[in-house]
C-alpha cells in the first residue's frame, strides 16, 4: 500500500470506528501489520495517553491474559 493509501485506508476505517464508540471510551487505535514486518496506525485517541495504553496492552498479551470474542 502506497502512503496515501495507507492513509485513506486509516481515515476511512477511524471514521467508522469513532461513530461506534460508546461515550466511556476515550478512543481507539487502529494498527495495520504489514507483510514488511513494519506496524502502521492511526488513533482517535489523545498520543499522549496511547504508549502506557499499548505496554499496558502487550503486558497482557504476553501473559496470555486474553479474551475471546
Known amino acids: 500500500m502506497t ?3 495507507l492513509a485513506a485506508h486509516l481515515t476511512h476505517q477511524l471514521r467508522f470506528i ?6 466511556d471510551t476515550i478512543g481507539s487505535m487502529l494498527i495495520v501489520f504489514g507483510a514488511d514486518g513494519i506496524c502502521q496506525y492511526g488513533a482517535t485517541v489523545d ?7 499499548l ?3 502487550a503486558d497482557r498479551i504476553e501473559r496470555r ?5
Open 3 to 5: 502512503e496515501p493509501e
Open 18 to 23: 469513532r461513530n461506534c464508540q460508546t461515550e
Open 47 to 53: 498520543p499522549e495517553t496511547a504508549p502506557q495504553a
Open 55 to 57: 505496554r499496558e496492552l
Open 65 to 69: 491474559e486474553t479474551v475471546r470474542r
